[in-house]
């Protein structure tokens, strides 16, 4: 069996969430055909807050560079960021134009920097431009999906968000303030809500991760991960800045493999992925090894030893994956081995169901693979 990285269910059910995400349906980039309709664009760019207040770190990432469909067009796309010191901005590295995406490029003139406007404390809305890039890592060949970019210092005070890595703990409760894209008139529009979210770190999708790895699932129904929520600042309890969202998980199509391959789940939540914010090149404290030298079945072994049924065949094993991907566990009401007319082969066909999911190589599956984990 190939190992978890490069299976194919994770590519099925990952694609990134920002503008510049690579072969994916859902993309919030718009094509301009030149000049003076980037400066409308621009003009018209614009972010509110639609909670009833917004920390004044959280902003939207406009950005665009050179069409590849035309010599004179753009492509213009959005993101979210987190203001952590006065002029310096956390996103994804996918946020970034790829003609700038690398380190101490100028990056003034391709990103912009929106804050929305703040009644309670007098702030008006305000655009600051990049300066900068300070940090970009390579996503796609195996770094995490982080930038760090310097920007103009705003004319307001701003508190900075407090960084705190390797805090991604197990079921904790987490929120995100995300920038969603206008779905109406102004399609230049973006709007930023607050999602509460839960950390899964036990799943078929990460398998057993500690606090400090790289990547974390984030699950619960008011989790909706969109395009243009990539670079969302991820808070823990008390309030501090331990991740960033970078891609969300395909849940229809999900569901549409499990059902296909005869696994039985719950209700899904909708989900997302958040990357740690140890691994930025500032603070290196994280884990990126994660699953990438544990098959399918060892982890599903796994399950059993932490279930306490290690003892127990699998015919005598039933098997279900519960709403954030985790698989629950539990024997028949007597052993099948000694009533074989029982036997029922839950965990063995969840088993051969994921591996099929995994490893099938159909036009259905490659049209779901939008996304491959690092």
């Excluded at 590519?11 to 993309?27: A, Y």
């Excluded at 005070?157 to 779905?183: C, H, L, W």
């Excluded at 884990?287 to 003892?311: C, F, P």
Aim: proline share 3%; glycine share 6%; aromatic share 8%.
């Amino acid at each position: 069996m190939k190992n978890w990285l490069s299976l194919v269910v994770i590519s099925t059910l990952l694609f990134s969430c920002g503008s510049k995400e690579k072969n994916t349906p859902i993309d919030n980039r718009i094509e301009l055909e030149n000049d003076d309709e980037l400066r409308a664009a621009l003009a018209e760019s614009s972010v509110t807050c639609m909670e009833s207040s917004c920390p004044s770190n959280v902003a939207k990432l406009a950005f665009w560079q050179r069409s590849s469909e035309s010599e004179e067009g753009y492509s213009f796309g959005v993101c979210s960021g987190t203001l952590v010191d006065e002029t310096t901005v956390v996103t994804n590295s996918h946020c970034i134009p790829e003609e700038i995406s690398y380190n101490g490029a100028n990056c003034n003139g391709q990103v912009l920097v929106q804050f929305p406007e703040d009644y309670n404390n007098g702030r008006e809305a305000e655009s600051v431009d990049c300066l900068k890039v300070e940090e970009v890592h390579d996503y796609l060949n195996g770094g995490p999906d982080i930038a760090i970019i310097k920007v103009k210092k705003s004319r307001y005070y701003r508190e900075s968000a407090r960084i705190t890595p390797n805090k991604m703990n197990d079921r904790g409760k987490v929120f995100a303030y995300t920038m969603n894209p206008s779905q109406g008139r102004n399609r230049f529009a973006g709007y930023i809500y607050k999602k509460s979210c839960s950390i899964s770190q036990t799943n078929i999708l990460t398998g057993h991760l500690s606090s400090a790895s790289s990547d974390a699932l984030i699950t619960g129904w008011s989790c909706d991960v969109i395009s243009g929520n990539s670079g969302s600042g991820v808070f823990n309890s008390r309030g501090e800045f331990i991740g960033v969202v970078h891609s969300k998980i395909d849940v229809p199509a999900l569901k549409s493999a499990f059902r296909s391959a005869g696994i039985e789940f719950n209700s899904l939540s909708k989900m997302g992925m958040l990357v740690n914010i140890g691994c930025s090149d500032s603070i290196r404290s994280c884990i990126t090894k994660g699953l990438s030298n544990q098959n399918l079945n060892d982890y599903i072994s796994s399950v059993k030893r932490r279930a306490g049924l290690d003892s127990y065949d699998d015919a005598d094993l039933k098997a279900r994956l519960g709403s954030q991907l985790e698989i629950t566990l539990s024997p028949y009401p007597q052993s099948s081995s000694q009533y074989p007319w029982m036997r029922r082969d839950s965990l063995v066909k969840m088993r051969n169901g994921l591996e099929k999911i995994y490893l099938e190589d159909t036009e259905e599956v490659k049209s779901w693979a939008q996304y491959r984990l690092y």
